[in-house]
């Protein structure tokens, strides 16, 4: 557990979240094997914790009272093999998301925010998904719809102006230009399933032919040149669902 780290500014404050979110993603997302693994009954409360370096972990509860920083939901091992584990894992990023929120106005707190400041920290942390809404695809539906809604926009538009003439003949490089800005339109509102992140035209991206969610190859460490040789790609999460459960 980190010590004696101190963000001061709302930027610092917001770097802080997002470093922790994407730890905590990472956790019930790609690394999912492990966190269940590690989320063993038969041991003593357990809380998972997402640092701002991206790094989660799961451990006993600080002993220190009261503790340095707001603490993470306790026990969460022992509901683990009570119920469905997507369940489970939509129980914990629930928590997850709700401290996440809870260390952020500490800091907030601590350091004196004021109206403005509070509400703008605010503001930029709801421009993200939750890690609900991430681990339960809710996220990528959401931008779907949205995207839905303004291509069906675009595409009355263009209807109504198809009398319209074309002022000149478009180049090659020209046309392969107007390709790549459609394309980052089109995805641009995609979320990584893995890291919440959007779209970005000029990273590599994987899709699950399972549950069909986008990750960046990064996240789930797939290279270009590794995925020339998948022929079913079945992300973390997925691949886990195989497993039997008691």
């Avoid at 997002?18 to 693994?37: C, H, N, P």
């Avoid at 989660?56 to 603490?71: G, I, K, Q, R, Y």
């Avoid at 920290?121 to 993200?128: A, P, V």
């Amino acid at each position: 557990m980190e010590t004696g780290y101190n963000p001061r500014t709302v930027e610092e404050v917001f770097k802080d979240f997002k470093g922790r979110r994407a730890a905590l993603i990472k956790a019930l997302t790609t690394d999912v094997e492990e966190f269940f693994q590690q989320c063993d009954p038969e041991k003593e409360n357990l809380c998972l914790y997402g640092f701002p370096s991206e790094q989660w972990e799961v451990n006993l509860p600080a002993e220190e009272v009261p503790p340095e920083l707001p603490e993470p939901a306790l026990g969460i091992n022992f509901a683990r093999d009570g119920m469905q584990e997507k369940d489970w894992l939509s129980l914990v990023a629930v928590h997850s998301d709700a401290w996440l929120v809870s260390v952020a106005f500490y800091f907030g707190t601590r350091f004196g925010f004021q109206k403005a400041d509070r509400k703008r920290l605010f503001n930029m942390i709801n421009e993200l998904p939750t890690i609900l809404e991430v681990v339960t695809g809710a996220a990528k539906k959401q931008q779907k719809d949205k995207y839905s809604v303004s291509n069906h926009s675009s595409n009355k538009a263009t209807s109504n102006s198809k009398s319209a003439k074309p002022s000149k003949i478009q180049s090659r490089d020209e046309e392969e230009e107007v390709l790549d800005e459609d394309d980052e339109e089109e995805h641009g509102d995609t979320l990584c399933g893995a890291c919440g992140e959007n779209y970005a035209s000029d990273e590599f991206w994987i899709c699950c032919d399972v549950c069909e969610k986008w990750f960046h190859g990064k996240c789930v460490k797939i290279t270009p040149a590794r995925a020339e040789h998948i022929k079913q790609y079945k992300c973390p999460s997925c691949s886990s669902n195989k497993r039997a459960r008691p």
